[in-house]
């Protein structure tokens, strides 16, 4: 266990802004895998930051430590109109992941929220924590456990044991409820064969920036080099959702090949700063990935947001 003083230490840099952006997530992924009260404490002071990557990925982070003391600040950023859509649909996401039926009337209320991003997200943590609560785990359709390889708490769980074209046509149906289509992507990911990434692929067409979002957030869990073409695609498209453009970035950032150094360093000066962020930040973990000092543990890319 690391001491008050270690955690503060780390808290430190992450809430500097005079520090570099890189060495600020290496501080926050620290303090999530270290876990605790003071770590949370040190990730909820960082909301008062003016990049929204960042803001993004503490909202993340604590939502995957599952520590209910991180409801309130999480609650506070969902309210805080001020922040960005990014910010307040992680923070939904994040209180969702953390599985306390506590927030259902919160999320329900947000469902309705203005900003489709935000109002989708919460949609998600609403049926999730219905599910939760109608057994989770120990009742997946199939009688079968979760079986997710990446260790991360998602927003859905995975379909029962279909065909992956019978999955990326639940995945591509948009007259479905977004939460079964969610849980069709988290079944493509768990099978991780390049059928159902080129399958995921296809999502990144869909109307849905939320759902874009989160079909490059699983690629990147994913790893697959034939991921590459569609997640270039998504960040070199200038129209395309910031949100997504990100998400895109940092998935190319964790499949890490030679092709996805050349775009990321293209983009590392884009106009859009929450997507000029996400390379350069991708780009550090490409060359931290192997690095015994720091480790990004679970990867950046949510790395599922």
Not at 58 to 68: E, I
Not at 107 to 120: C, F, G, N, R
Request: with cysteine.
């Amino acid at each position: 266990m690391a001491s008050v003083d270690q955690v503060a230490a780390v808290g430190q840099v992450l809430v500097d802004p005079g520090v570099d952006l890189t060495r600020r997530f290496r501080a926050l992924f620290t303090l999530k895998n270290l876990g605790g009260a003071e770590a949370v404490d040190w990730i909820s002071k960082a909301f008062t930051d003016d990049s929204a990557l960042l803001k993004h990925e503490l909202a993340y982070c604590l939502g995957q430590m599952q520590d209910v003391r991180a409801i309130p600040p999480l609650t506070a950023v969902l309210r805080d109109t001020q922040q960005e859509p990014m910010v307040r649909h992680e923070a939904g996401e994040a209180l969702g992941a953390i599985g306390d039926p506590v927030v259902l009337d919160l999320l329900k209320e947000y469902s309705q929220d203005p900003v489709i991003e935000v109002a989708e997200t919460c949609q998600l943590a609403v049926r999730r924590l219905e599910w939760l609560q109608a057994g989770g785990d120990t009742q997946l359709d199939d009688g079968s456990t979760d079986n997710n390889p990446y260790c991360s708490v998602d927003p859905a769980p995975p379909a029962l044991r279909r065909s992956v074209p019978e999955l990326r046509s639940i995945l591509l149906d948009e007259s479905l409820p977004l939460f079964e289509r969610y849980r069709a992507m988290f079944a493509l990911r768990n099978l991780g064969n390049e059928e159902a990434v080129l399958a995921l692929g296809d999502g990144l067409q869909c109307s849905s920036a939320l759902f874009r979002h989160e079909i490059g957030y699983v690629l990147g869990q994913m790893q697959h080099p034939a991921a590459v073409p569609a997640l270039r695609a998504a960040l070199e498209r200038s129209g395309e959702n910031p949100m997504v453009r990100h998400e895109a970035a940092e998935a190319l950032g964790s499949i890490g090949r030679e092709e996805c150094l050349a775009v990321l360093q293209r983009y590392r000066g884009d106009g859009e700063r929450v997507v000029k962020e996400s390379c350069e930040v991708a780009l550090d973990m490409l060359e931290y990935e192997n690095s015994e000092q720091f480790q990004y543990a679970d990867g950046l890319v949510r790395l599922q947001g």
